[in-house]
């Protein structure tokens, strides 16, 4: 792993799931991780909700915008996640895949999107521990 490990988010409409693991990672490991996200057929901005949930743990996303999954995107990352994007990741050598199966947020209420949230958190932590230890 080099010494910045790079890794992206993946999920269909890159207005959820994945904006909720980048706005984590980025606030939790800083500038010793670089942090994508993406999807497979993005939206046109992230989820209303998800930005509330989100503004509750004190990460702001309402600047981000979601975007399409390229090939290049894959290439520079060491470690891509994908939640729910099925086979439209492509697979390239040398990388870390792993999947996290994620209920959706789309069209959830805070109640709904708030355990998604959680769990996303717990997994950025352990990524991170996991990311500290290989490097």
Known sequence: MPETPSVLFVCIHNAGRS?????????????????????????????????????????????QKPKILTEDAVRVSDVVITMGCGDACPIFPGKRYLNWQLDDPAGQGLDAIRPIRDEIRRRVEKLIAELQYAG
């Open 19 to 63: 904006q909720m693991a980048a706005g984590y990672l980025t606030h939790l490991a800083g500038t010793t991780v670089e942090v994508r996200s993406a999807g497979s057929a993005p939206v046109d901005s992230v989820n209303p909700m998800v930005i509330e949930a989100m503004r509750e743990e004190g990460i702001d996303l309402a600047n």
